[in-house]
């Protein structure tokens, strides 16, 4: 069994930076890959971003190409999303998720861990 838990987010101006952590525990980190997905009050979860196992492989939502960078330290258990020019639409709870694979992409179904989610509000 994998946990996965999410401290930080919070609140910051439009325009403004955040960087968003998920530490992993309970298997070896690299044996799967990772995701960060949000959630807006009365939408579906979306995807945010996607690393491989090893990290040599990323895909983002097309509206935060550019803004966001997900990347991993396997030494420290470690997933981040690093989140530039945020927009009041950024405003959501997100979620990091893991897979028993090397890539998972997009795909909601494909992730079987899951954390409890952070708040990120973007005030305009």
């Known amino acids: 069994q994998v946990q996965l838990v999410e401290p930080g987010g919070g609140l910051v101006q439009a325009g403004g930076s955040l960087r968003l952590s998920c530490a992993a525990s309970?298997?070896?980190?690299?044996?799967?890959?990772m995701g960060w997905f949000r959630q807006a009050p009365g939408k579906e979860r979306q995807f945010v971003a996607a690393?491989?196992?090893?990290?040599?492989?990323?895909y983002y939502l097309d509206s935060v190409k550019g803004r966001f960078t997900i990347s991993r330290d396997n030494a420290k258990n470690t997933v981040y999303l690093q989140m530039n020019s945020l927009k009041p639409e950024d405003t959501a709870v997100y979620y990091c998720?893991?897979?028993?694979?090397?890539?998972?992409?997009?795909?909601?179904?494909?992730?079987?861990?899951w954390g409890q989610g952070t708040q990120v509000t973007v005030s305009s």
């Open positions: 998720a893991g897979a028993d694979s090397y890539w998972s992409g997009s795909q909601v179904g494909l992730y079987d861990y």
């Open positions: 309970g298997r070896t980190f690299n044996d799967y890959a």
């Open positions: 690393i491989s196992r090893i990290g040599g492989r990323t």
